[in-house]
């Protein structure tokens, strides 16, 4: 029987200074927040396909902030 892998997301908020590349690379998995800086949206899960997204925002930010989890 195959595992089904979960994968998450997550950012780390000092690290983040604002760009929000990962927003706009991955809207249904961040948004901004009331400063400015990203954040994740619901609990960080990401659906398999959401993955190439989520990739995309990690290789995307440019302080290395997103992160993501169980690839």
């Known amino acids: 029987m195959s595992e089904t ?3 998450r997301v997550a950012i ?3 690290r983040c200074q604002g760009h929000n ?10 948004e901004s927040d ?7 949206i619901g609990d960080g899960s990401v659906a398999e396909a959401q993955l190439p997204k989520a990739k995309l925002a990690v ?13």
């Open 21 to 30: 590349r990962c927003c706009l690379v991955a809207p249904e998995l961040f």
């Open 5 to 7: 892998k979960k994968f």
């Open 59 to 71: 290789a995307n930010c440019p302080e290395h902030a997103v992160r993501l989890t169980g690839a």
């Open 34 to 40: 009331d400063d400015g800086n990203a954040r994740v």
């Open 12 to 14: 780390a908020a000092d």
